[in-house]
């Protein structure tokens, strides 16, 4: 008999999913795949450990069309997968996540964890 997987709800910060809505279709569909993966317990191959943030916290880190669009979620948060931050990757600076966004999610990651309590 096929074990089921439970799948966890994704819930989104609201600054998330509005940054998230102004992906390009394509990028949309191939991101929500990879939280239906991690929903489900797995991981992407575009999804990656965030280095520097804290442990259960993952970027899927998407190249596409010439642009660069990056996820960010964390699943030890309460029962649910919080992704709190979404956002297209501007700098021309390698691989590395700007310090900027590194800071607004830290930022997040802090607020939605009191929220939760």
Not at 67 to 75: I, L, M, N, P, S
């Amino acid at each position: 008999m096929a074990e089921t997987r439970k799948s966890r709800p994704v819930s989104w910060i609201k600054a998330a999913l509005n940054e998230f809505e102004k992906f390009p279709e394509g990028a949309r569909t191939i991101c929500l795949a990879a939280l239906t993966i991690a929903a489900e317990g797995g991981k992407a191959d575009i999804a990656k450990p965030m280095r520097g943030i804290g442990s259960g916290v993952f970027e899927i880190a998407l190249p596409f069309k010439g642009d660069a669009f990056r996820v960010v979620y964390a699943v030890q948060l309460a029962e649910e997968l919080w992704v709190v931050h979404a956002f297209q990757k501007k700098s021309t600076k390698g691989i590395k996540t700007p310090q900027r966004e590194v800071d607004l999610i830290k930022d997040r990651l802090k607020r939605l964890k009191e929220m939760l309590k």
